[in-house]
């Protein structure tokens, strides 16, 4: 079982960027998927998460900017970031959780720069 991330990348404050994650070896279409993040020397932190019935969830320092949707047919979430912000800088992971188990994608880093 994989999760793949990618659209990480170097923008400017105020842009935008969309991150995918798809995942193989297993369907998590009946399955919470859902994005975290880490910035250098800091714990790995909630951003947001998305349930198989569509029902959202954000962390308070990304709601209203960040909007996660997914596509269970292909086992994937997307994570569209926009007003990005210096502080949004880190390696955004995204996640699965089936049968009581975490599952991780590799990381995408995700630079803001002023």
């Known amino acids: 079982v994989q999760l793949q991330a990618s659209g990480g990348g170097l923008v400017q404050a105020g842009r935008s960027l969309k991150l995918s994650c798809t995942g193989s070896?297993?369907?998590?279409?009946?399955?919470?998927m859902g994005w975290y993040r880490q910035a250098p020397g800091k714990e790995r932190e909630f951003v947001a998460r998305?349930?198989?019935?569509?029902?959202?969830d954000y962390a308070d320092s990304v709601k209203g900017r960040f909007t996660i949707s997914r596509d269970s047919a292909k086992s994937a979430v997307f994570l569209q970031m926009n007003s990005l912000k210096p502080e949004d800088t880190a390696v955004y992971y995204c996640s699965a959780i089936k049968r009581g188990l975490t599952y991780w994608g590799q990381g995408t880093q995700v630079t803001v720069s002023s």
């Open positions: 998305i349930a198989p019935g569509g029902t959202t």
């Open positions: 070896g297993a369907s998590f279409r009946t399955n919470h």
